[in-house]
């Protein structure tokens, strides 16, 4: 399988000596799981958005310092990309940035939460138990990093986990599309020093509460698995002609397939 990386940030240049960059981070998980899987990165936080939605057998994207209400040109024409994928029946599986501009892009709502930063390690209940869920387990704990949260689904998104503190976390769009808010490629040594970087932003009390979460284990290899069993059933669907996904209404919305 070739996985299309749509690259939305950079790591920050004091820690990228340290923990590499985003590609870096997601190679060396996924290959954890599958050392077959081949990356190919698109780097459209500089412009850089694919032209053929079948380049690559699905698409990933990555978290971002941004914010998809941000008024910038690639955001938009990533926006628009996705919006194709959507239409496409193509594999998407978007990782924080990258799941509330899924939700964005299908006519969904995001906004800074009004609980503050989440950081450290989230806990999470899997509240709808999905086929391509195995090894199935009732929880998902991932490091995360975020102010924004998706507070209103697009129509027919499926929420299938979360917590009082981000409702959304984990959602699926028809048989191809998965958004997840927590970050299974960071590690907890670059979550720490991500907060020490960004204490004065983040607060210190909830730098201390984050920090002290990462006691904890974190789901990475399962959620890995979960996508990569969540990409081949879609892939499988798609190329069976049964795909199941429903025309997307609104202003902005593309004809399904």
Not at 147 to 174: H, N, T
């Amino acid at each position: 399988m070739v996985i299309g990386l749509l690259q939305c940030d950079d790591v920050a240049p004091e820690l990228r000596g340290t923990h590499g960059n985003y590609p870096e981070m997601f190679e060396a998980l996924f290959h954890r799981v599958d050392p077959t899987l081949q990356f190919r990165v698109w780097r459209c936080l500089d412009g850089e958005i694919p032209e053929d939605v079948e380049a690559v057998d699905a698409w990933l994207t990555t978290g971002a310092k941004f914010g998809v209400n941000d008024d910038l040109p690639w955001i938009a024409e990533l926006e628009a990309f996705v919006r194709e994928l959507w239409a496409a029946g193509k594999p998407l599986v978007g990782i924080c940035f990258g799941h509330q501009l899924i939700a964005k892009a299908l006519g969904g709502e995001v906004a800074k939460s009004r609980k503050g930063w989440g950081v450290g390690l989230s806990f999470n209940r899997v509240t709808e138990r999905a086929d391509w869920m195995a090894p199935w387990q009732p929880k998902l704990d991932l490091v995360v990093s975020h102010q924004d949260q998706v507070e209103r689904l697009p129509e027919g998104a499926r929420v299938l986990g979360g917590s009082a503190f981000c409702p959304s976390y984990l959602m699926q769009l028809g048989e191809h599309f998965l958004g997840i808010q927590g970050h299974p490629e960071f590690t907890s040594a670059y979550s720490r020093d991500l907060m020490a970087l960004r204490a004065d932003l983040i607060g210190d009390h909830r730098v201390r509460e984050g920090v002290s979460s990462l006691s904890a284990p974190a789901d990475d290899i399962l959620i890995v698995r979960w996508i990569l069993a969540f990409v081949n059933r879609a892939i499988e669907i798609r190329q069976n002609d049964h795909q199941a996904s429903p025309r997307w209404p609104g202003p902005n919305a593309r004809p399904g397939p």
